[in-house]
């Protein structure tokens, strides 16, 4: 009866995937790589255990710090967005519960994240390390502060919404590397629309560009000893 009512849970389990899958490419996510990882990613395993079983559904969830967990779609849009190559070294600003971080790992061949609260950072290094990836390193800093020893960057994700680009960010770009950031409207420059944004180093300078429309909640300096 117990392997009945497991195989009968596994089976569900499969079952949310599968349609987890579909949804994402009825909505326009094409990239092969990139829904297999979003399928093969335990998406449980990183929200609070009391939100598992709507782990499977296109919905942002709550997790520590008073932050949240983007909703899947939202993260395939980002990621198909940043135009990843299997040898791409990424820096990630805002680790959060680390789901993307960890579909980051499948993508790219080195990711490097930064997270301000230090219960967050820890966590989602715990959760990494449960899954054998070994590709990630997940660091409790400020993530404008990037020292010119970390080298520099093909990809560059800042999960937050910001002003001006900062230049140890831009800086950290490599020639013809891309830089995806989120960006608020407000009274200092009403032209902005609220969306993501990229940033793109040319051999003349950097293009900024609108990506698609999405709300961020402000990013904010400095590291948090509280959490």
């Given at each position: 009866m117990q392997r009945h009512e497991q195989?009968?849970?596994?089976?569900a389990a499969d079952q949310q995937r599968m349609a987890f899958v579909l949804s994402?490419?009825?909505?326009?996510?094409?990239?092969?790589?990139?829904?297999?990882?979003?399928?093969?990613?335990?998406?449980?395993?990183?929200?609070?255990?009391h939100f598992g079983d709507l782990a499977w559904r296109d919905i942002?969830?709550?997790?520590?710090?008073g932050q949240t967990m983007p909703r899947p779609f939202a993260v395939a849009q980002v990621m198909a967005a940043l135009e990843l190559e299997p040898h791409h070294r990424v820096l990630e600003i805002g680790a959060g519960?680390?789901?993307?971080?960890?579909?980051?790992?499948r993508l790219a061949a080195e990711v490097h994240?930064?997270?301000?609260?230090?219960?967050?950072?820890?966590?989602?290094?715990?959760?990494?390390?449960?899954?054998?990836i070994a590709n990630v390193t997940i660091r409790w800093s400020d993530g404008f502060e990037i020292s010119s020893d970390a080298g520099?960057?093909?990809?560059?994700?800042?999960?937050?919404?910001?002003?001006?680009?900062p230049r140890s960010l831009s800086a950290a770009?490599?020639?013809?590397?891309?830089?995806l950031f989120g960006r608020r409207?407000?009274?200092?420059?009403?032209?902005?629309?609220?969306?993501?944004?990229?940033?793109?180093?040319?051999?003349?300078?950097?293009?900024?560009?609108?990506?698609l429309g999405a709300h961020y909640t402000p990013a904010i300096p400095g590291r948090s000893s509280d959490l």
């Open positions: 195989s009968q849970e596994q089976s994402l490419r009825e909505r326009g996510i094409a990239d092969v790589a990139l829904l297999r990882a979003m399928e093969t990613i335990p998406r449980e395993i990183f929200v609070p255990h942002a969830l709550p997790i520590a710090g519960s680390g789901y993307a971080t960890a579909i980051l790992s994240s930064v997270e301000r609260f230090r219960s967050l950072a820890y966590s989602a290094q715990s959760r990494l390390e449960s899954l054998n520099v960057f093909d990809r560059i994700l800042v999960d937050a919404a910001i002003g001006e680009v770009l490599r020639p013809g590397g891309l830089m409207q407000d009274e200092t420059h009403p032209e902005w629309s609220a969306g993501l944004y990229s940033l793109r180093r040319t051999p003349t300078g950097y293009a900024e560009d609108f990506v």
